[in-house]
Every structure is written in C-alpha cells, then in structure tokens.
C-alpha cells in the first residue's frame, strides 16, 4: 500500500503535479472526465478502491478557466472523500477570486470567501495554497491551513539580475511580501502609495521618498493580472532615479495585452513562479520553479 496519493484533475501535463509526486515519492491517480450533451461535467477517479484510508492530495488550479477549474476540484475532491480517503489535502496553488475578500461596493458578494468554504463542504480537511491575496479568506475555511510564502524564492532569483537592490512593494497590501523576501536577503524595502477607483478601475500614485536613486529595484508583487500596476509602478521607478527594475510576481495571469504592457513598462526582467496551468514564452518572462517550498509545507500536514 502506497503511502501518498496525488490526484491529477484532469489535465496531467501540470508540471506541479508531477514534480509533487517525484518529490514525496507519491503514486499518481488520473480522472476520468466527459460533458454530457447538456454541458453538465462528469468524472471519475481512476482505481478508487486505492484511495481507501490513505492521505489524498488533490492538487489544481483555478486558473485559466476559473470557474471550471473551481468546480472540477470540488468534484474530485468530493469523489476521493467518498471512496474513503482518510484525508483530502486541496493543494490549490493559485486560488481565484482572491481578490473579492471582503463587499467594497454594496450588492457585492465575499466570492473568496464562498470559494474556501466550498472546498471544505466538498470534503477537504486541509487547504494549501501559494501566496493568496488576502490571507483573510483562509479563515472562512474553517480547518487547517497553510499559505506558502514564496517571495523570497523570487527575489533569490532576481539578485542574479541586479546589484545591492533595494525591495519594492507596489501599494501597502504587498508590504508583507516585500518584508519576508528583504528579512531573508538582508534587504531595504519599501513600498509606493497607491490610489484605485473602485467604479473605473483607475489606478493613480502617489511616490513616496523612496531611496530608489541611482538604486537597482525588485518590484514585488503577488498577483499580475492586465499588467497595469506594475506596468505603471515600474515606469514611475524609472522615471524617479531607479537604475535597473525587475518584477517578481507569485502569479502571473497576464491577461489582454498584459505583456504589452510590461515590455513598456521599462522592467528588465518578470519573474513568475510557476504556480499556473499556463506558460507564457516571452523573452522578458522567466518562470521560477517554487516546488520545493510547497514540498516543505506540505509535509507538515502529511
């Protein structure tokens, strides 16, 4: 009897998965998956009478194709508790709808926070997830969880680039991240006062006395979605002394002309750890494996 099982939920080719498996030495259970013709999904684990009394770890990511990712994993995950796993660990290194963590605008709903507790109605004991937005969420799940910081793996990366640079978060909620990565290497960091237009979405600056003059800058950030703060974060760098930028972002959705953007933006290099379904070639994106400190953590649950 194997001691881990993995869950692949249905595309086996996410190299997390993979990798996980090689690292703790865990057998690997594919899904079986079909649409009926009225678009409604179906799965199947393969040989569940194997999942009887052992840890599962279900491992997804909600994106691209959040909502269908989201509602994939809640099945698997309800299929494995069903076959009589003795534990279902919902490894999700990015967690959608993060964002939305609390109502900004009345009429709004707290989408993070229904997310988390479907995953533990569907059957989950314990959630692991990288760098989500707003930690705040991981308590509606109501059961044992792990964020995995990984900042400082990025910003590990990003010194090979750079000479003596100084960490900057682009607006007070990064801070965090800015402060465990700049803790690790010995670091100045920082962060820049940003305005956002709930209704518009305009996003305005407001620079700080950064000491960034004549400075290498690690701009560091958990999540790129169009590429306009950090696009517009970085130029304002630049154009305020900065010697060198390079953007280390967790996750980097890059969606529209998102990498239009930051080939405008100025920045030398966008490191992204590799925590998507999805890859994007380009010649400024560098993608850094973050396996390793995942592995770390979730030992500590197995």
Known sequence: ?????????????????????????????????????????????????????????????LFPEQD???????????????????????LIPYLA??????????????????????????GANVLITV????TRVLECFEGPVINVVVSDVLVARALSYL?????????????????????????DYDYLIKQRDRV?????YTPRELSIKGRDVIMVDDIISTGGTISEASKMLLENGARKVVVAATHGLLVGDAVKKL???????????????IRHEHR?????????RVVEELKKVL
């Open 97 to 122: 709808y993060s964002r939305q963590d609390k109502v900004f605008l009345p009429g709004e709903p707290i989408s993070a926070c229904l997310v988390t507790k479907s995953l533990r109605v569907a």
């Open 68 to 90: 269908r990712r989201l509602f994939k994993t809640l099945l698997i995950i309800n299929a494995a508790k069903n076959a009589g796993a003795k534990k279902v660990i919902a």
């Open 163 to 187: 000479e003596k640079p100084v960490i900057i978060a682009p607006d007070k909620g990064a801070l965090e991240r800015a402060f465990i990565a700049a803790r690790v290497h010995g670091l």
């Open 284 to 292: 400024l994106i560098e993608y850094v494996s973050v396996t390793h």
């Open 263 to 277: 080939e405008a933006s100025g920045a030398l290099r966008v490191l992204l750890a590799d925590t998507l379904g």
């Open 1 to 61: 009897m194997v001691k881990y099982l993995v869950v692949i939920i249905g595309y086996p080719g996410y190299w997390l998965t993979e990798e996980l498996s090689r690292a703790i030495e865990a057998d690997l259970l594919t899904v079986q998956e079909k649409v009926f013709p009225d678009g409604e999904l179906y799965i199947k684990l393969t040989a569940p009478e194997k999942i009887a009394s052992q840890d599962v770890i279900v491992v997804s990511t």
């Open 131 to 134: 760098d989500v937005h707003s």
């Open 200 to 204: 518009t979405g305009t996003v305005m």
